[in-house]
């Protein structure tokens, strides 16, 4: 997924905000279920006051692969588009500014994840936790079997809950 985002990273209050794109994004109606018609419409008006920090972002690029490893584009947004964004600062001084968005430029980005990053310790956690769930489902399973024949004794199981008890 690719997504734009717009954002106020300055001091002050932009005013009278406007987004366009070049080329223009497709006319689409409410039942296409695209999420272009979001983004065409929080951009359709002027924006009064963005302040300072405040972001808007939406779904540019939506891949679904293909069968040959390429991920190809869900919504109908363009793959190279010029964003122009017009506004006033605080003393009316009016601004342009230009942003090219390629898909192909962005979509060639590769990056390595550090074995101690933070989402590589979660998958770590999370493979543990299925660990854990598949051992405790087990146990159930035998405990459940073993009160369905009541005479069947548990003699190891009864020793390693006592052990467990006695531990400081």
């Known amino acids: 997924m690719i997504?734009?985002?717009?954002?106020?990273?300055?001091?002050t209050?932009?005013?009278?905000?406007?987004?366009t794109f070049s080329p223009s994004l497709p006319e689409l109606s409410t039942e296409d279920?695209?999420?272009?018609l979001h983004l065409k419409n929080r951009y359709a008006d002027t924006i009064p006051t963005f302040t300072p920090g405040?972001?808007?972002?939406?779904?540019?690029?939506?891949?679904?692969?293909?069968g040959q490893g390429?991920?190809?584009?869900?919504?109908?947004?363009?793959?190279?588009?010029t964003v122009k964004i017009n506004y006033e600062?605080?003393?009316?001084t009016s601004y342009v500014d230009e942003f090219f968005i390629d898909v192909d430029l962005i979509k060639a980005e590769t990056y390595a994840e550090?074995?101690?990053?933070?989402?590589?310790?979660?998958?770590v956690m999370a493979s543990s936790l299925t660990s854990i769930d598949r051992s405790l489902n087990a146990?159930?399973?035998t405990f459940e079997r073993a009160q369905a024949n009541k005479p069947t004794r548990l003699p190891g199981l009864r020793r390693w809950f006592r052990r467990q008890r006695a531990k400081p």
């Open 3 to 11: 997504a734009l985002v717009v954002r106020n990273l300055g001091p």
């Open 13 to 19: 209050i932009a005013r009278n905000v406007q987004v």
């Open 33 to 36: 279920r695209s999420l272009t």
């Open 54 to 66: 405040m972001e808007f972002s939406n779904l540019w690029f939506v891949g679904r692969p293909d």
């Open 70 to 81: 390429t991920f190809h584009n869900t919504e109908p947004t363009p793959d190279k588009c």
């Open 89 to 92: 600062a605080t003393d009316k």
């Open 114 to 123: 550090s074995s101690t990053a933070p989402e590589a310790r979660m998958k």
């Open 139 to 141: 146990l159930a399973k």
